[in-house]
C-alpha cells in the first residue's frame, strides 16, 4: 500500500483510538490517561474543542499548557496510541524503511492538522492572522510535541513493517 495512505491511516487510528479512550475515562485507571484530562474532554460537548483535547493528549507536553486545558504532561495513552498508529501504517506499508517513514508521516502530518485546528478555534484564529506570530508560536508549540509520538510511532512502525515485508 502506498506511504501516504497508510500515514493516513495511521493518523486515523491515533486520534479514533485516543478519542475512544477518553470517551470511556472514566472507566480507564488513572494511569492511563489522568482523570483531570478525562473531566476535560468530557465537559465540552464542542466537538473541535474535544478534538484539540485528544491533540494536547497526542502532541504533549507543550500544547495543553499553551491552550489551558487538556493534557500538560505525557500520558500512557500517548504512547499507546501512536504505537498502535504506528503498527497499523508499518503493516499498511509492507516493509521496514516505509513502515518508519509513515508512521513518522502521520506524526508530522497531524501536528500540522492539528496546528490549523487550534488555531482556528481560538479567539486570534482569522485566515489573515494564519502567519502572524501568535500562529507561528502555536506551531512551534505542536512540532515541539512530536518528539514522543515520534518514538512511539516509529517503535510501532518498524514492528509493523518487519511483520509484514517481503522475505
Known amino acids: 500500500m502506498n506511504q501516504g495512505i497508510s500515514a493516513l491511516i495511521g493518523l486515523i487510528v491515533a486520534f479514533a483510538f485516543a478519542f475512544l479512550i477518553l470517551t470511556l475515562g472514566l472507566l480507564m485507571p488513572a494511569e492511563v490517561v489522568s482523570p483531570d484530562i478525562v473531566t476535560d474532554f468530557l465537559n465540552y460537548s464542542d466537538l473541535e474543542l474535544r478534538l484539540a483535547i485528544v491533540g ?8 495543553g499548557a499553551q ?5 500538560t504532561h505525557t500520558t500512557v495513552l500517548t504512547w499507546l496510541s501512536w504505537g498502535i498508529a504506528g503498527l497499523i501504517a508499518g503493516l499498511l506499508s509492507r516493509g521496514i524503511p ?3 517513514f509513515s508512521s513518522l508521516f502521520a506524526v508530522f502530518i497531524g501536528s500540522l492538522l492539528m496546528w490549523l485546528l487550534v488555531f482556528f478555534i481560538q479567539p486570534y484564529g482569522d485566515i489573515m492572522n494564519l502567519f502572524g506570530t501568535e500562529s507561528m508560536i502555536l506551531m512551534q508549540v505542536t512540532f515541539q510535541g512530536c518528539l514522543y509520538p515520534g518514538i512511539a510511532a516509529v517503535i510501532g512502525g518498524l514492528l509493523g513493517g518487519a511483520i509484514t515485508r517481503e522475505r
Open 98 to 100: 516505509q513502515g518508519i
Open 56 to 63: 494536547t493528549v497526542l502532541y504533549p507536553p507543550y500544547l
Open 67 to 71: 491552550i489551558h486545558v487538556g493534557a
